[in-house]
């Protein structure tokens, strides 16, 4: 018998002094050493159902009381709604014209942004009627993950533009129980361990925005040179003035030991330094490290701690609008739907109920923090990051012996199946936190945009530690430690070396196996790239990025010393691991890809040329042996010319010259412009995209000049035929992998070609990497040198 629903326990409103201590723990800072001063504006996914309504009434409530409250880093300068019409439903322009009323009833800003979907997943005449282009059509599942995909990527462009770097979702304790269930459907307990069922996170970056510059994990180098950066890393005047006495009482301190002749742990760092020299290479000038990037946005989900029913609640208490899309209700659509229907029309048994799953999560949550953890500090304590070069992308890594041992109890004798037990558990976990500190590694140099998973790396964790190894493999795995073999996973090549230093001082990169002892140290560097006739149909294997030529309209008939510099082009991810921009003067596209051992001897000779190019050169061979030995140096981007660009180095003409027997009557004087130019061109039936039957564009020679007498018409179809040549060449080379033209630069060594930076500009930085694993490595080095 059930009771009246009067007699039930009904959902509470949400209190806006809960919400705020729900925002802040999902949203601690970024940067805690920073210092952050101006107001951001932060932006709310808004859809316009109930969870997303009652995200904006709270946010506006939470302002009205704190005015200055900080989210993340920076204080609030507002909110700004963000609403996305999918165009997928008759109406969702009006919707989501309503839904921004709504917004600014509550005081808030907002923008409307339809979504552009590809031509090859939608059909005409199937558009809502809304401005956002026509539908898609295909399978439920397949269209929600697309949908989901181009929303993430819409919100990345858009809030890379406005400097919006903090985003709310509004995804609540029910979205959390259905994603953990589905996962648990899934498998994930299986295949990803406990780290497959956390469910979703706090915090986490923006998904699906890997390659654009500013939405994921980037835009910190260019931010801090803004007049209002979102934080300022510089100390402050009080921190500098106390930093200087810090400085003189060391100072004062390191006199004083000096004075007294105890310089013992001076020299022994002095003897370090030394062998660190020589593990470098004498002549081998010091790189510069390339800038690091930081920032991204970052999507927070302060909801998670509420019920879907409180979130109904707050907004019937506050007459708060909400828009149900029905498609939602359907549990024939998708697998979440479905598995709404069943948990709310059907009794689950206990264990898959809403409070144990929620359990679940929380509990597999904190055990991974856990492991995370300690996967940091034993990287920190044993040192294990030796060397890592942003120029190159490379790791020396030093890993520790981990032996698992049962625990000790003093009250009994270490011996029975108590130490068995106790010694297999031990081992399990430290197999986990070895996974962990490979996965950490990996996340240094791998160009692949997801990390092998803990589970898949358990091969790795008996190459790298073979003392942890099954009790029954240990012969097998001591034979195989005693002569290790390089290998490859995650896009990241693993080479050993042998470290016959002492303990404390820098491996010495030896490739003799001393007698009955284990490898320790490894070079990581991004694997090799795969052959072009390995891959399948239609799979590129080598990266590549094309930035066009300097516009004619900026070198129309004019010296090549009067050209000006193009803009700046958009930030690039380059093999997922570099951010390349350039500006070019130069009249050939500009190709990005890998250095080519074909082009390595014709640059060589350029750098070699001149007075200083002897020197020049053997700076160079010096810096390729020592950061990028082996074949670690063709895994670095090279910029190459698809053209001949003789004539910029050698300060020569690239017009070819006017005959005096030419007429310019009928076609302008030399001033005349790009654009009249083409119109001539178009007049005279020569425009357009159709070949010129008179031209082998297939020839090994460039297109001559041809002389018709109006010099402007044959300037432009000079130009006309030097592009579609290079166009011609392009497709009809060997290898389309294989870099045509030119290597003008390696822009990670800072090696060009002499005379090249009149021409053409640059700029690299590396992604995002975990500077505080490398700082806390290196102040532990430091304090174990002085102990």
């Known amino acids: 018998m059930s009771l009246h629903p009067v007699l039930h326990r009904t959902a509470q409103p949400i209190a806006v002094s809960e919400f705020i201590d729900a925002l802040r723990a999902a949203a601690p800072p970024r940067f805690p050493h920073g210092r952050a001063v101006y107001h951001r504006r932060v932006g709310m996914a808004i859809s316009g159902g109930v969870d997303s309504m009652a995200l904006a009434f709270l946010c506006a409530e939470a302002r009205r009381f704190h005015p200055f409250m900080r989210i993340s880093d920076a204080p609030t300068g507002g909110f700004t709604g963000l609403v996305i019409d999918h165009g997928l439903r008759e109406g969702s322009g009006e919707e989501a014209k309503a839904v921004g009323k709504a917004l600014v009833e509550m005081g808030h800003r907002y923008q409307i942004w339809p979504l552009r979907w590809p031509e090859a997943e939608t059909v005409p005449g199937s558009g809502s009627g809304s401005g956002s282009g026509p539908a898609p059509t295909g399978l439920p599942s397949a269209l929600e993950t697309t949908a989901r995909r181009l929303r993430y990527r819409e919100f990345g462009l858009r809030l890379a533009h406005l400097r919006i770097v903090t985003l709310l979702l509004a995804h609540h304790e029910d979205d959390q129980y259905e994603t953990v269930l589905m996962r648990l459907l899934s498998g994930y307990g299986l295949n990803g361990g406990i780290r497959g069922l956390r469910g979703m996170r706090a915090a986490a970056d923006l998904p699906e925005c890997q390659d654009i510059y500013g939405a994921h994990q980037s835009g910190f180098v260019d931010d801090q040179n803004e007049p209002m950066p979102y934080v300022i890393m510089r100390p402050s005047r009080l921190q500098r003035r106390y930093m200087k006495m810090e400085f003189r009482e060391d100072m004062r301190l390191a006199a004083s030991v000096l004075g007294d002749g105890a310089g013992s742990n001076m020299d022994r760092q002095w003897r370090q ?129 981990l032996q698992a041992k049962a625990r000790r109890r003093p009250w009994r004798r270490g011996t029975g199946s108590y130490a068995i037990a106790s010694a297999e558990r031990r081992r399990l976990y430290l197999r986990t936190i070895a996974a962990l500190v490979v996965q950490k590694l990996l996340a240094y140099v791998t160009p692949e945009t997801n990390v092998t998973p803990v589970s898949q790396l358990q091969g790795v964790v008996d190459t790298l530690f073979p003392d942890l190894v099954d009790p029954d493999a240990k012969e097998t795995a001591a034979r ?45 560097a991004r694997a090799p790239y795969a052959s072009p006739e390995r891959a399948p149909p239609g799979v590129t294997t080598i990266p590549a990025i094309r930035f066009q030529s300097l516009a004619l309209s900026y070198r129309w008939n004019c010296p090549p010393s009067q050209w000006r510099w193009s803009s700046w082009s958009r930030w690039n991810l380059y093999d997922g691991r570099f951010w390349v921009r350039i500006r070019t003067r130069l009249p050939a596209n500009v190709v990005l890809q890998p250095f080519d051992r074909e082009h390595s001897k014709p640059f060589r000779e350029a750098l070699a040329a001149g007075p200083s190019g002897p020197g020049r050169l053997s700076a160079f061979l010096a810096t390729l042996k020592t950061y990028a030995p082996g074949k670690v140096r063709y895994t670095l981007p090279a910029i190459y010319a698809s053209s001949d660009v003789s004539f910029a180095l050698d300060g020569g003409a690239y017009w070819p010259e006017a005959s005096a027997a030419e007429n310019y009557a009928e076609y302008g004087e030399d001033g005349e412009d790009a654009e009249d130019a083409a119109d001539a061109v178009d007049s005279a039936g020569e425009g357009g995209d159709a070949k010129d039957d008179r031209v082998d ?22 130009e006309r035929d030097q592009r579609r040549f290079e166009q011609a060449h392009r497709k009809a080379w060997p290898d389309p992998s294989r870099p045509p033209g030119r290597l003008l630069v390696l822009p990670t060594l800072g090696a060009h070609i002499p005379g090249i930076e009149d021409w053409l500009q640059w700029e690299v930085r590396y992604r995002k990497v975990d500077r505080g694993v490398l700082d806390s490595v290196q102040v532990a080095a430091i304090e174990r040198m002085y102990s």
């Open 273 to 401: 330094w030394t062998h660190l020299h020589q593990l470098l290479g004498h002549s081998a000038p010091p790189l510069a490290p390339l800038d690091t990037e930081d920032l991204g946005i970052v999507a927070y989900r302060p909801l998670l701690p509420f019920a879907k029913e409180r979130l109904v609640a707050t907004c019937l208490a506050n007459n708060v609008p909400w828009f149900e899309d029905h498609t939602n209700a359907d549990p024939t659509l998708t697998m979440r739907n479905a598995l709404r229907y069943v948990a709310q029309h059907h009794a689950l048994p206990q264990a898959l109920q809403k409070p144990a799953i929620l359990e679940l999560a929380a509990r597999c949550d904190a055990t991974s923090r856990q492991h995370e953890a300690e996967a940091r500090r034993l990287i920190v304590r044993h040192g294990v990051v030796v060397r890592f070069n942003t120029n190159v992308g490379t790791i020396v890594a030093r890993l520790p012996r």
């Open 697 to 718: 564009y297939a020839s090994d020679e460039p297109p001559p000049f041809r002389n018709s007498g109006h010099r402007q018409f044959d300037l432009f179809t000079w």
């Open 480 to 524: 195989a430690a005693a002569d290790p073999k390089a290998f490859i996973i995650c896009g990241t090549h693993f080479m050993p070396f042998f470290d016959n230093s002492a303990p404390g001082a820098w491996p010495s990169l030896s490739k003799s196996a001393p007698p009955d002892r284990y490898t320790r140290s490894w070079y990581l």
